[in-house]
Structure formats: structure tokens, C-alpha cells
């Protein structure tokens, strides 16, 4: 299978690139690995956020957003 990569943009918590499939269309993939810490993680949710107002084609977000769903979820650290 013949695949091509296309990198858009690269920062130290994300690759953003577009992905082309030979005989498909392209689409385009950003690859996370956030920060544990809040004011980070909230400057590339910024940035996710800039990127999804450019794109109309297909786009796959993946990787570890260090998100947290409850208080529960979390081991170590500041309970808040």
C-alpha cells in the first residue's frame, strides 16, 4: 500500500499532518501527546481547536490528552 505523509505542523505536544492512501482521497491525522500540566494542555486545546476551523476533509485526533474524568481517576498529585 502505497501512503504518503504530508507534515503540517509539528510541536513539542502534536504532529499535525495530512495523509494521502494511493487511490483515496487525503485526510488528515493529529497525533497528541499532551502536557500533565493544566495551562499547557489548555494551549493545545487552543491550538486543536484552530486547526478544526480549518479543516472540512476527513480528520482523525488521537494519542494521550492527559485528561482526566473525575477526581477519582487521578493517583498522585493535587486532588483539585
Known amino acids: 500500500m ?3 505523509v504530508h507534515l503540517i505542523k509539528a510541536d513539542f505536544h ?3 499532518m495530512q495523509v494521502k ?3 483515496m482521497d487525503h485526510w488528515f491525522l493529529t497525533v497528541v501527546y499532551a502536557s500533565s500540566r493544566e495551562h499547557e494542555r489548555r ?3 487552543n491550538q486543536i481547536r484552530h486547526i ?8 482523525l ?3 494521550d490528552f492527559n485528561e ?3 477526581p477519582g ?7 483539585s
Request: no cysteine; aromatic share 10%.
Open 2 to 4: 502505497d501512503i504518503n
Open 14 to 16: 502534536f504532529l499535525h
Open 21 to 23: 492512501e494511493k487511490d
Open 43 to 45: 494551549e493545545i486545546w
Open 52 to 59: 478544526a476551523s480549518t479543516i472540512s476533509d476527513p480528520w
Open 61 to 63: 485526533v488521537m494519542g
Open 68 to 70: 482526566i474524568a473525575s
Open 73 to 79: 481517576e487521578k493517583k498522585r498529585g493535587n486532588a
